[in-house]
């Protein structure tokens, strides 16, 4: 099956600074491949995707970016916030039948004012 | 919409009990998938159905089962809980199976003691 690697699994940021998160995947037919967002004490949710056939997207401070020749994508947040503070999960999926999301195992990202 | 609601929110349970945790869903979705979330280990998929009147297991199945009670519904069940068990339960729907976005529930806290 596929292994989804995700570091670092803490990172500390002045408010302000940038943080980014790196995932490395197996299964070069793995295809879509989602970034959530869980606060605590709540379920992960959605705040970025993108597929095999896109290298870069956008949506304001949050970018992804999709290399699949080194089989890894990374999560950029700009200019970040105290509320950006939580734990982030990458994810891949094959988008086919089965549609099993393989879940990194997690960024803890605290924001310091 | 209330979006994946999940009961019950917390429970403790002695070691042979069994208990069912319900997972609903208002959009429609024909995908559901029940995952545990331990710490160090991210989200992994225990069952999911990938349409009303089915289910697969999924990457972790041992000591569970799941019932798609009906398009909005669907159910886990631990027979005999061990306190491996102890761990949060996420439920999550999708439109389709194939590489689609997910949408979480709150989660069910479980103890097994």
């Known amino acids: 099956g596929e292994n989804v690697e995700q570091h670092p699994s803490t990172l500390s940021v002045q408010e302000g600074d940038s943080a980014v998160i790196k995932c490395t995947y197996s299964?070069?037919?793995?295809?879509?491949f989602p970034w959530y967002k869980q606060e605590l004490g709540k379920g992960p949710q959605l705040i970025i995707d993108?597929?095999?056939?896109?290298g870069e997207k956008k949506d304001q401070r949050i970018a992804v970016t999709l290399n699949k020749t080194a089989k890894h994508f990374s999560l950029h947040i700009t200019e970040t916030q105290p509320e950006d503070s939580a734990v982030y999960f990458c994810?891949?999926?094959?988008?086919?039948?089965?549609?099993?999301?393989?879940f990194g195992t997690g960024t803890s990202l605290t924001v310091i004012p | 919409n209330a979006g994946v609601t999940q009961t019950p929110k917390f429970q403790v349970l002695k070691t042979g009990q069994s208990m069912t945790l319900q997972c609903a869903q208002d959009?429609?979705?024909?995908?559901m998938y029940w995952y545990r979330q331990d710490p160090g280990m991210g989200l992994r998929l225990i069952y999911y159905s990938a349409s009303e009147g089915t289910t697969d297991k999924g990457e972790v199945p041992n000591g569970y089962n799941v019932s798609r009670l009906n398009k909005r519904e669907f159910s886990l069940r631990l027979e005999s809980a061990a306190p491996s068990q102890t761990s949060v339960y996420f439920c999550?729907?999708?439109?389709?199976?194939?590489?689609?976005?997910?949408?979480f529930g709150p989660g069910t806290r479980l103890l097994v003691l």
């Open positions: 959009m429609n979705h024909n995908s």
């Open positions: 999550a729907s999708s439109e389709v199976l194939a590489g689609e976005t997910q949408y």
């Open positions: 299964d070069s037919a793995s295809n879509y």
């Open positions: 993108i597929r095999s056939n896109v």
């Open positions: 994810a891949a999926s094959k988008g086919n039948t089965g549609n099993q999301f393989y």
